[in-house]
T-cell receptor, first 117, second 116 residues
């Protein structure tokens, strides 16, 4: 079974609108962390936001927020007021306690977001 | 700024000709990772170093090797590149933390490898 599932291969959003990128995960660990990364066409992976499994509040970082629904095992990324520079591939990733001391990440397949002017 | 640096940004090599990609970090993180990422796919972990301990993923081809001479540097060696090895190679670092810590992996800008 996939540990991280991103069901939207591609998304379009109008500039200045909000957009939600979906992510569901599968783990039997009680302690885990969820990350979102942005990858522009130039290739670098940029860390956006983090949500810990024990965090009671949804994470927020500027225009990025995470809609964390633990019972549903979902961690959707919400981008408010989209900008043209937000056009990129977005990856959801998980780090589990059982991944060992090196804390490997498991990535989803990504969502290509295109912001339209 | 502390960072992860990969050189070169673009690398072209010939089929079968050994190639080395390099990664350095100023973060003093004890874990370094190498990922392979093919077009429109998620990064795939090849191996990682936990300090000096090398950990190979089960499905990483023998053609791929790595060296970490010190904390700051890590190299990816491809002994006999095939056309299927053309990809973006990403280096990342992290510190060992409790699982719930918010410390992310820090990535370099990647090296895009082309095989002629």
């Amino acid at each position: 079974a996939q540990k991280i599932t991103q069901t939207q291969p591609g998304m379009f959003v109008q500039e200045k609108e909000a957009v939600t990128l979906d992510c569901t995960y599968d783990t039997s660990d009680q302690s885990y962390g969820l990350f979102w990364y942005k990858q522009p066409s130039s290739g670098e992976m940029i860390f956006l936001i983090y949500q810990g499994s024990y965090d009671e509040q949804n994470a927020t970082e500027g225009r990025y927020s995470l809609n964390f629904q633990k019972a549903r095992k979902s961690a959707n990324l919400v981008i408010s007021a989209s900008q043209l520079g937000d056009s990129a591939m977005y990856f959801c990733a998980m780090r589990e306690r059982s991944s060992g001391s090196a804390r490997q990440l498991t990535f989803g397949s990504g969502t290509q977001l295109t912001v339209l002017p | 700024d502390a960072m992860v640096i990969q050189n070169p940004r673009y690398q072209v090599t010939q089929f079968g000709k050994p190639v080395t990609l390099s990664c350095s970090q100023t973060l003093n993180h004890n874990v370094m990772y190498w990922y392979q990422q093919k077009s429109s796919q998620a990064p795939k972990l090849l191996f990682h170093y936990y300090d000096k301990d090398f950990n190979n993923e089960a499905d990483t081809p023998d053609n791929f090797q790595s060296r970490r001479p010190n904390t700051s540097f890590c190299f990816l060696d491809i002994r006999s590149p095939g056309l299927g090895d053309a990809a973006m190679y990403l280096c990342a670092t992290s510190i060992t933390t409790i699982p719930g810590s918010n410390q992310p992996q820090h990535f370099g800008d990647g090296t895009r490898l082309s095989i002629l």
